[in-house]
């Protein structure tokens, strides 16, 4: 199907949130369900560890066994799956240090949970003397493009999404928390961090994208940023420091996704204006959803909904919070991201039957 000017939230099993291309007619309120890999790891015994992350035949053979169990316990749900089901082997691999670990920080795996840098920081002077890695000679890039490679032969083309995280996001993973203190005691050193960043983004994005590419395919090149530390920077060191490079990347792809978490959007939206492209924004339900709406009549939109929230709210609590959430928001996605072993299924059956109800209502149908 022909791909829109907009992009939708996708939880492949075992793999954090992102983004995909959306194709053909969206429902007025769509639900994404996402579980950790604990969750994963205790209903089949799956590893997550670095084998998970490197094989990308045991990464198939888990995917299939993860496809199964969703459909099982939520039939005709298509919980995890991409259109018309294809199987993805790309998506999750190395989760969110993709872009750290090209500069030398090492991965921490775990065979519960998603992988994480490592705390190897970058002093000033390494800072000061930073370049971006040349990818043709990057050893850990070049083991994924292998990786790559061997998906294209097991399946014919590389389906799937490489988390890039955002620049913030990125810089935080190669300075630690002393990059948000060198925001104000050292601005041009960290430009110069925030801008070998950015570049290795979307270098690397862009080769990705290209092996990539099939003769069947008409997906469009599209980049997500996330800005999941946005709120710990103020709406004017974003706009300052990091609203110059998510303009940079979104120039470069054409379309754009901003990703907030679940946090508060309000105080950047009039930032995030300024980004061309922007075909999907995310937040929490504290910001002003009302005014999201209006800044971005034309993305397609998403709330985080915690996934403590999908837990131990009453069914009633759910249904109050989609109905406002369907009045002042959509059309837009409900990303329940995250879910963790021991919430009832229930619950997750009773969240995916509750999108359709406020749909019908304020959709006008």
């Not at 992350?53 to 995917?63: E, G, I, L, M």
């Not at 691999?93 to 670990?101: C, N």
Request: contains cysteine; hydrophobic residues 40%.
């Amino acid at each position: 199907m022909l791909q829109t000017n907009q992009l939708t939230s996708y939880i492949a099993p075992g793999a954090p949130a992102t983004r995909r291309p959306v194709t053909g007619a969206m429902p007025f309120l769509r639900p994404e369900i996402g579980f950790t890999p604990r969750w994963y790891h205790q209903a089949l015994g799956i590893r997550f560890g670095e084998a998970w992350h490197t094989d990308p035949r045991y990464r198939k053979d888990s995917r299939l066994k993860m496809y199964a169990e969703l459909e099982r316990r939520f039939p005709g749900t298509a919980i995890g799956r991409l259109d018309e089901n294809a199987v993805d082997v790309l998506t999750g691999t190395f989760g969110t240090t993709v872009i750290a670990a090209i500069y030398g920080i090492p991965i921490r795996f775990d065979d519960e949970q998603w992988p994480v840098s490592g705390h190897h920081y970058l002093s000033e002077e390494a800072i000061e003397q930073l370049t971006p890695p040349d990818l043709d000679q990057n050893p850990f890039f070049q083991s994924l493009l292998e990786q790559v490679d061997r998906i294209t032969e097991m399946e014919g083309r590389a389906i799937g999404f490489i988390n890039w995280q955002g620049v913030l996001n990125n810089a935080q993973r190669l300075r630690g928390q002393e990059l948000f203190p060198d925001l104000y005691l050292a601005p041009e050193r960290t430009r110069h961090l925030l801008a070998c960043v950015c570049t290795t983004m979307i270098d690397a994005a862009r080769r990705l994208q290209q092996k990539q590419r099939h003769p069947a395919s008409d997906t469009l090149p599209f980049f997500t940023v996330s800005n999941c530390l946005v709120n710990l920077v103020d709406a004017g060191l974003y706009r300052e420091f990091l609203l110059p490079f998510d303009q940079k990347i979104a120039e470069a792809f054409g379309l754009t996704g901003i990703h907030n978490c679940a946090w508060n959007a309000t105080p950047y939206l009039e930032s995030y204006a300024r980004v061309p492209g922007v075909g999907y924004i995310d937040m929490g339900m504290d910001s002003d959803l009302s005014l999201a709406r209006r800044v971005f009549p034309h993305s397609r939109r998403a709330i985080m909904y915690p996934p403590q929230d999908v837990a131990t709210k009453p069914v009633a609590r759910i249904r109050s919070d989609l109905e406002r959430i369907a009045r002042d928001y959509g059309p837009c996605d409900l990303v329940a991201a995250d879910i963790e072993a021991g919430t009832p299924d229930e619950k997750i059956l009773a969240l995916i039957d509750l999108c359709h109800q406020p749909s019908e209502e304020f959709s006008g149908t």
